[in-house]
């Protein structure tokens, strides 16, 4: 039986996240990200759980067998989408040995915006210290500039946020990615989406891109 695999790939802060979800709605398939693989620690054997309890980095082989055991579940027998997976070229090679099958009709969508883009969105982000509050100077100001709308605390930038924080993920993001681009684009599977529009807009681009791909029609 064949399956509808869709990857979802984009820089920090470029939406990816928010459109595989919406994707996971219109389509009816689950949304499977790393954070949701992460969290499914007690699914591993000991010997990884200590080793990510203790704060050592998580690597391939345990990413792998979290997707391959949540790829066990019954909610994926007809297609599934993968939000920040692969992340290199070793889970790029694990997907299509492993998990693809020669049955499964496969796209990736990225989510395409601009470094100057993602500078923008992340670093006019601002956290409320005290109340969790989450703010942005642009999208989502406070009511007074600099203080918490609930609890009067000011604000602050989050460590990740600072732009040599950014230009490290960004130079990480396009290290990385690239070389999976070029497989992807070389299979016939990569999708581009302009992710510099409004949210709905770019769900609307992805839709209509997967509208003549393998029956997916627009609802």
């Not at 979800?21 to 620690?41: H, Q, V």
């Not at 790829?71 to 693809?100: E, M």
């Not at 982000?125 to 007074?144: M, T, V």
Request: proline share 5%.
């Amino acid at each position: 039986m064949s399956r509808h695999i869709l990857f979802f790939i984009g820089p920090p802060a470029s939406g990816k996240g928010t459109q595989a979800e919406l994707a996971a709605k219109y389509y009816g398939w689950p949304a499977i990200s790393s954070g949701d693989l992460l969290r499914r620690l007690a699914d591993l054997p000991k010997k990884y759980q200590a080793a990510i309890q203790a704060g050592h980095l998580v690597d391939d082989q345990i990413i792998n067998d979290l997707l391959k055991r949540r790829l066990a579940q019954p909610d994926t027998k007809s297609g599934f989408i993968l939000d920040g997976y692969p992340r290199n070229s070793s889970q790029f090679d694990y997907a299509y040995h492993h998990i693809i099958t020669a049955e499964d009709k496969v796209r990736a969508l990225e989510i395409k915006v601009s470094d100057e883009e993602v500078y923008r969105r992340l670093g006019g982000r601002r956290f409320c210290p005290h109340c969790g509050a989450g703010y942005h100077l642009i999208y989502k100001p406070s009511k007074r500039e600099g203080i918490c709308d609930y609890c009067s605390t000011k604000l602050e930038k989050r460590p990740d946020d600072k732009p040599q924080v950014i230009t490290e993920r960004l130079k990480l993001y396009h290290e990385t990615m690239e070389p999976l681009k070029v497989l992807w684009q070389k299979r016939g599977e990569l999708i581009t989406i302009n992710g510099e529009q409004d949210i709905a807009a770019v769900h609307q681009d992805v839709v209509a891109s997967l509208a003549q791909w393998s029956g997916l029609s627009p609802q």
